[in-house]
Protein backbone atom coordinates (compact mmCIF):
# COMPACT_ATOMS: atom_id res chain seq x y z
CA UNK A 1 0.00 0.00 0.00
CA UNK A 2 1.25 3.17 -1.18
CA UNK A 3 1.65 5.54 1.93
CA UNK A 4 3.57 9.07 2.51
CA UNK A 5 4.18 10.19 5.80
CA UNK A 6 4.92 13.82 6.81
CA UNK A 7 6.87 15.13 9.91
CA UNK A 8 9.51 17.86 11.19
CA UNK A 9 6.00 20.33 11.88
CA UNK A 10 5.62 22.27 14.67
CA UNK A 11 5.99 25.52 16.35
CA UNK A 12 8.20 28.53 15.49
CA UNK A 13 9.16 32.10 15.85
CA UNK A 14 8.87 34.02 13.02
CA UNK A 15 12.31 33.85 11.41
CA UNK A 16 13.00 30.58 12.75
CA UNK A 17 13.78 27.19 10.31
CA UNK A 18 12.01 23.94 10.24
CA UNK A 19 12.77 20.98 7.96
CA UNK A 20 9.48 19.12 6.60
CA UNK A 21 10.07 15.15 5.93
CA UNK A 22 7.97 13.39 3.59
CA UNK A 23 8.73 9.26 3.68
CA UNK A 24 7.59 7.11 1.07
CA UNK A 25 6.44 3.67 1.63
CA UNK A 26 4.95 0.90 -0.58
CA UNK A 27 6.28 2.25 -3.87
CA UNK A 28 9.71 3.45 -5.11
CA UNK A 29 10.23 7.27 -4.87
CA UNK A 30 12.55 7.78 -7.79
CA UNK A 31 9.81 7.13 -9.92
CA UNK A 32 7.27 10.20 -8.69
CA UNK A 33 7.51 13.71 -8.94
CA UNK A 34 6.84 14.91 -4.89
CA UNK A 35 5.30 18.14 -3.86
CA UNK A 36 4.54 20.41 -0.65
CA UNK A 37 1.15 21.59 -0.40
CA UNK A 38 -0.17 23.84 2.36
CA UNK A 39 -3.78 24.75 3.61
CA UNK A 40 -4.02 27.36 5.92
CA UNK A 41 -7.78 27.96 7.99
CA UNK A 42 -10.54 29.31 6.08
CA UNK A 43 -8.14 29.10 2.85
CA UNK A 44 -7.98 27.03 -0.23
CA UNK A 45 -5.28 24.48 -0.27
CA UNK A 46 -1.89 25.55 -2.55
CA UNK A 47 1.42 24.48 -4.24
CA UNK A 48 3.94 25.19 -2.33
CA UNK A 49 7.51 23.71 -3.78
CA UNK A 50 7.62 20.65 -6.56
CA UNK A 51 9.99 18.56 -7.55
CA UNK A 52 10.18 15.95 -10.74
CA UNK A 53 11.42 12.33 -10.56
CA UNK A 54 14.94 13.36 -10.98
CA UNK A 55 15.38 16.23 -9.14
CA UNK A 56 16.36 18.03 -12.16
CA UNK A 57 13.58 20.49 -12.49
CA UNK A 58 11.67 22.49 -9.36
CA UNK A 59 8.59 24.41 -8.82
CA UNK A 60 8.10 27.36 -5.70
CA UNK A 61 5.04 29.54 -4.79
CA UNK A 62 6.23 32.86 -5.38
CA UNK A 63 5.40 33.32 -1.27
CA UNK A 64 8.19 31.15 -0.54
CA UNK A 65 10.54 31.38 -3.38
CA UNK A 66 14.28 32.24 -1.88
CA UNK A 67 12.86 31.19 1.37
CA UNK A 68 11.91 27.51 0.93
CA UNK A 69 14.26 24.67 -0.64
CA UNK A 70 12.93 21.49 -1.63
CA UNK A 71 15.12 18.25 -1.64
CA UNK A 72 14.75 14.65 -2.42
CA UNK A 73 17.15 11.62 -0.92
CA UNK A 74 15.86 8.51 -3.35
CA UNK A 75 18.21 5.99 -1.34
CA UNK A 76 16.31 6.89 1.55
CA UNK A 77 12.60 7.49 -0.25
CA UNK A 78 12.22 10.81 1.38
CA UNK A 79 11.70 14.30 0.23
CA UNK A 80 12.97 17.66 2.37
CA UNK A 81 11.34 20.98 2.70
CA UNK A 82 13.82 23.22 4.01
CA UNK A 83 11.69 26.21 5.55
CA UNK A 84 13.85 29.37 6.14
CA UNK A 85 12.97 33.17 7.36
CA UNK A 86 9.40 31.61 8.32
CA UNK A 87 6.44 33.96 8.42
CA UNK A 88 3.35 33.99 10.31
CA UNK A 89 1.81 34.07 6.70
CA UNK A 90 3.45 30.52 6.18
CA UNK A 91 1.20 28.62 9.70
CA UNK A 92 -0.61 25.83 7.75
CA UNK A 93 -0.97 22.40 7.57
CA UNK A 94 1.75 20.82 5.42
CA UNK A 95 1.03 17.71 3.10
CA UNK A 96 3.25 15.83 1.06
CA UNK A 97 1.88 14.36 -1.96
CA UNK A 98 3.22 12.06 -5.37
CA UNK A 99 2.20 11.62 -8.48
CA UNK A 100 4.36 9.97 -11.78
CA UNK A 101 3.49 13.35 -13.72
CA UNK A 102 5.07 16.48 -12.76
CA UNK A 103 2.55 18.83 -13.88
CA UNK A 104 -0.20 16.91 -13.17
CA UNK A 105 1.96 17.87 -9.37
CA UNK A 106 2.41 21.27 -9.91
CA UNK A 107 -1.37 21.51 -11.49
CA UNK A 108 -2.34 20.47 -7.75
CA UNK A 109 -3.56 17.22 -8.99
CA UNK A 110 -1.87 14.38 -7.22
CA UNK A 111 -2.89 10.80 -6.84
CA UNK A 112 -1.53 10.33 -3.98
CA UNK A 113 -1.65 12.72 -0.31
CA UNK A 114 0.00 12.25 2.87
CA UNK A 115 -2.00 13.19 6.10
CA UNK A 116 -0.30 16.22 6.70
CA UNK A 117 1.97 18.10 9.67
CA UNK A 118 1.22 21.64 11.73
CA UNK A 119 3.46 23.96 11.12
CA UNK A 120 3.09 27.64 13.24
CA UNK A 121 4.44 30.35 13.02
CA UNK A 122 4.18 32.78 15.92
CA UNK A 123 5.63 34.94 18.64
Known amino acids: QLQLVESGGGWVQPGGSLRLSCAAS????????IGWFRQAPGKEREGVAC????????YYADSVKGRFTISRDNAKNTVYLQMNSLKPEDTAVYYC????????????????WGQGTQVTVSS
Open 97 to 112: AADRGYRELVAGLPAY
Open 26 to 33: GFILDYYA
Open 51 to 58: INSSGGET
